[in-house]
């Protein structure tokens, strides 16, 4: 029995939305063949940019969706011809116009940095800073993820005796580091539960 797919959400065109949109587009696309679900429109480039188009149902993305039927009306053929195509009009529409300057100045500062937050939180907004930032060198990328993160993870990471990530391994210093706030956070609840368990009554003696 092959699994559900869940299916991108509708897009109005607000470019801060465009990049997650994009993203949840391709990865539906790509399971859908990866597990061979009959979806015969997925074979055909045409036919995959037809199925994203149904998403786009109000707003900006909608009169941009009814622009291109309309060309295809005029011309008689599809103004966007392959999957590649797609995605480049798409980033020129809908995605914020100055993401890669707005990525790199906020990985200069310390906006970014982990502060309260799980690694997880802070993982997940890091890579989407890098990848706007057109960020691909790894020894970069583990000197900017090593500097935002919270300064006991760090430290913990840096001084770890044995099986200590290499300064050119990102995806290493990751897992370390969600490693570490994982049992930070299984620690802190097992203590919460601790310090509210009911305390046993004292014992009384009988003469």
């Known amino acids: ?39 015969e429109q997925f074979h055909d480039k045409e036919e995959r940019i037809l199925w994203a188009l149904t998403f786009f149902k109000s707003g900006r993305a909608a009169k941009w969706s009814e622009n291109v039927f309309c060309q295809k009306v005029d011309t008689g053929v599809f103004p966007i011809q392959t999957w590649r195509d797609f995605e480049q009009q798409f980033r020129v529409h809908f ?22 937050r799980t690694v997880d939180d802070y993982l997940d907004n890091f890579q989407a800073l890098v990848s706007n930032a057109g960020y691909t060198d790894p020894r970069t990328l583990v000197v900017k993820f090593q500097r935002g993160l919270r300064l006991g993870i760090q430290n913990q990471i840096a001084t770890m005796p044995y099986g200590r990530p290499a300064d050119t391994d990102p995806d290493a210093w990751y897992r370390a580091a969600r490693r570490i706030d994982q049992t930070r956070l299984a620690n802190e609840a097992f203590q919460s539960v601790s310090r509210s368990a009911p305390s046993a009554p004292p014992k009384t003696v009988s003469t």
Not at 104 to 116: K, M, V
Request: contains cysteine; proline residues 7%.
């Open 1 to 39: 029995m092959c699994p559900k797919l869940s299916c991108p959400p509708d897009f109005g065109g607000e470019c801060h939305n465009g990049r997650a949109f994009l993203n949840s587009c391709s990865l539906y696309i790509r399971l859908a063949l990866y597990i061979r679900l009959v979806l």
């Open 95 to 116: 995605f914020p116009a100055n993401a890669e300057a707005d990525a790199i100045n906020a990985l200069e500062g310390t906006s970014y940095h982990q502060g309260g």
